[in-house]
Structures are given as structure tokens and as C-alpha cells.
């Protein structure tokens, strides 16, 4: 099995993006599943055409994306992209869509077709705080997870993909009161988790996960 993992470039300010750097970090081999590592922008639609592309090169069987979610206190596994672009900040090309779908001939949204439940669990296994979320936002982060499931969609493809948000790291919350931060070390521990439950797990387990608000 190949699983090609994305992690995207520093936004908002920031001087580092933990996804990429957590990705890096991944080992090459999970699982027996071979992982292929892949930065991306913080751009819409080139951040999807580089994706694109790597589909094309490397033909993976799992497309994973990693997003900076700065605030949220665990790793988050999300469940669903929708299709609208509504940007708070400009992306890094100075993007800002306002309440535009990503696909005008897509559906509203798209579940991720990866086994969430399961990859929640074995991240708790290892004492690693994690969730399902049912928001991936409406920038750029959400922009990858609908718009790779509809290039994997559109081309009747059976290639699994989702999307897990990760916190900031302790360098980035040093002048930020109040702010939740994890270890790069322990979110690597988490993905790689998540990722043996992906490479396990064909079939989603069925157990509580959902939420009030
Ligand atoms: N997080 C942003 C985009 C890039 C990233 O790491 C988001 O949550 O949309």
C-alpha cells in the first residue's frame, strides 16, 4: 500500500507550519505501508493541482493531508469537506474567495473516506489526545479535503482520502496567552497512529465519536 502524506507551508504569519515539519518526520514505512511525503501551498487550487499531480506520479492508494488547526487542543480527524471557499485571511498568494463554491458541478460535501473512528481510537491507545471534528473551516485546509475527493471522485477512482488537523506547537504559543500546544514529537506519534489505523482498518469501527456542539 502507498499512502502519499501532505503537510502545507507556513500561513498567517507564522514562522513554521507543523504539518510539514510533522510530515518529514514521519518514518518512510508504516505499517508496511510506504509513505510518500509531499509540501504543499497555502494557495487554493494550486495547493489541489500539486496534489494532482503527485496522484499521477506515485498512484497511491491513500491520499492524507495534515493542516495547522492553531487553537484546537488535540489532533483532530475530520469528517467532512464542504464545498465553499469563505477565507477570514488571504492565502499565500493573496487569495481571499468570499462564499464561493470550490466546484461549481460538486456536491455540498464530501465525507472523508478514511476509517476516522478507528484512527481516533489508536491515537487514544497511545495517550495522545485526539477527536473527530466536524468542521475542517472554510480556508484552505477544508479546501484540500473536498477538492482532493473530487479529483479521486471524478476520475471513478476507489483512492481513499481525509484530512487531520494538528495544534500548534509549543514555539508558536510561547507570546500567545492561553493558547493549547503539543509536542512535534508526540502529533509524529499521533499521525503514525493514525496512519496504522488507515493501513488496518478497511472498514470503518463502528463506536461513539460524535458531539453535542
Ligand atoms: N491550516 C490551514 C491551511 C493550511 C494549514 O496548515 C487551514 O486550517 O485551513
Known sequence: MKILVTGFDPFGGEKMNPSI???KLLPDSIADATIIKLEIPTVVYKSLSIIHDAIQQYQPDVVLSIGQAGGR????????GINMNDFRIKDNEGNQPIDQAIFEDGPAA??????????????????????????????VCNHVLYGVRYMIEHENSTMKS???????????VVNKTNMPSMALETIVEGLTCAIRAIVENEVDIKTIGGKIS
Do not use: C, W
Open 21 to 23: 515539519e510533522s510530515v
Open 110 to 139: 464530501y465525507f472523508s473516506s478514511l476509517p476516522i473512528k478507528a484512527m481516533v481510537n489508536e491515537i487514544q491507545k497511545s495517550n495522545i489526545p485526539a477527536s473527530i471534528s466536524n468542521t475542517a473551516g472554510t480556508f
Open 73 to 80: 487542543s488535540d489532533i483532530t480527524i475530520e469528517r467532512v
Open 162 to 172: 481525509g484530512f487531520i488537523h494538528i495544534p500548534f506547537v509549543p514555539q508558536q
